[in-house]
């Protein structure tokens, strides 16, 4: 990824057909894969990158206050994320922006191949972890029914997503 890209976490249904929760059927050769149970998996990633990694030990210590250097929690990479329903999955955009104008979340959690983070935000949980996680509860049927993507604001702007 590059300096300026937003991270995307796209859940979508490309081998099976996306059918309300209740009536899943694995043994078609087209498998209904119900849509609650990607909108709760996509939901759990989307609540774990709202979760910030535990404080620093010079956050807030005497010896930092007013220092140029001090680190301050402004909530940005939390109030960033957005959870979209589209017609054959569901979406996750992370896309904080610095006072400066720099979109980071890449830099923070990194990306679905586990690169990306930088080595002062090594006490982040990556992003390749949370999906990770999420997806070995799902049954095979299912995962070979989805596609799991990560795209760049360049990947977004070409497929129109």
Do not use: C
Not at 23 to 39: M, S, V
Request: hydrophobic share 35%; no cysteine.
């Amino acid at each position: 990824m590059s300096p300026g890209d937003d991270v995307v976490i796209g859940l979508r249904v490309v081998n099976g057909q996306l059918v309300r929760q209740g009536i899943e059927n694995f043994t078609k050769t087209i498998p209904d894969i119900g849509r609650l149970r990607i909108y709760k998996a996509m939901q759990r990633i989307y609540n774990r990158l709202g979760v910030y990694a535990p404080r620093r030990v010079s956050e807030g210590s005497p010896k930092m206050r007013g220092h140029a250097h001090e680190y301050k929690r402004t909530y940005n990479l939390r109030n960033a994320r957005e959870l979209t329903r589209l017609d054959d999955g569901y979406l996750i955009v992370n896309d904080p922006v610095s006072p400066w104008g720099s979109h980071y979340a890449v830099y923070v959690r990194g990306d679905l191949a586990g690169g990306g983070q930088t080595p002062q935000n090594k006490e982040w949980e990556l992003l390749a972890v949370i999906v990770d996680r999420e997806l070995s509860t799902f049954p095979d049927e299912v995962l070979q029914a989805l596609t799991v993507e990560l795209q760049t604001e360049q990947d977004k702007a070409n497929t129109g997503i």
